[in-house]
């Protein structure tokens, strides 16, 4: 039996694409404490074990299951940004990201009965834009609440695509999930068809 540790329509939707058969369980980790009581963690160690406590809380509470936890970060050098808490903040965030490369790192983790089983992290290099201020409001508007939904403020599988100039990575780890690598591991598990 597969397990999602995660809500996320995207990610949902990744696996349902790729015809795995899962359930999805919200973990109950509290993601912004967990992050506050490890300020040494640099950005690819948090991406990795906020994944891997989201598969183990799961994991306990679904006995015998193969579950999968994910999460991204994204990181301009050493500063992490989260999802904008409203517009205001998008506007800020993305102002802050504009004209530079930035890094999305993401994080999947197998676990089974509270262990860990397999982690796997990949990460993109995505170059923003220099867009007008103009622009980045016509943005906001036109995305509107939508923008606190996902780090940075964009996605780039909509509208969030015209903010960057370039783009370099493996698609799947640009929406959260490197899903090709966790497929593999699953063949091997036995948890889908080789």
Not at 8 to 37: I, K, N, Y
Not at 89 to 117: F, N, P, W
Request: hydrophobic share 45%; with cysteine.
């Amino acid at each position: 039996m597969l397990v999602l540790a995660s809500t996320s329509a995207t990610r949902q939707a990744m696996l349902r694409h790729a015809g795995l058969d899962f359930a999805a369980t919200a973990p109950e980790v509290d993601e912004g404490a967990l992050v506050a009581a490890n300020p040494r963690w640099m950005p690819r160690q948090t991406a990795l074990q906020l994944a891997e406590a989201k598969a183990i809380d799961v994991s306990r509470r679904n006995p015998g299951a193969h579950v999968i936890g994910a999460d991204q970060v994204l990181a301009l050098g050493n500063k992490v940004f989260g999802k904008p808490r409203n517009r205001a903040h998008c506007r800020t965030q993305l102002q802050e990201l504009r004209g530079q490369t930035h890094v999305l790192i993401s994080a999947v983790v197998l676990a089974t009965d509270g262990t860990t089983t397999w982690t796997y992290t990949d990460e993109a290099q995505l170059v923003m834009r220099n867009f007008s201020d103009e622009f980045l409001d016509a943005y906001i508007d036109a995305i509107g609440d939508d923008c606190t939904t996902s780090v940075g403020g964009y996605k780039i599988e909509g509208r969030g695509v015209q903010l960057f100039q370039s783009i370099s990575g493996d698609h799947f780890t640009i929406l959260g999930l490197p899903l090709v690598p966790l497929l593999a591991r699953l063949r091997e598990a036995g948890e889908v068809d080789a």
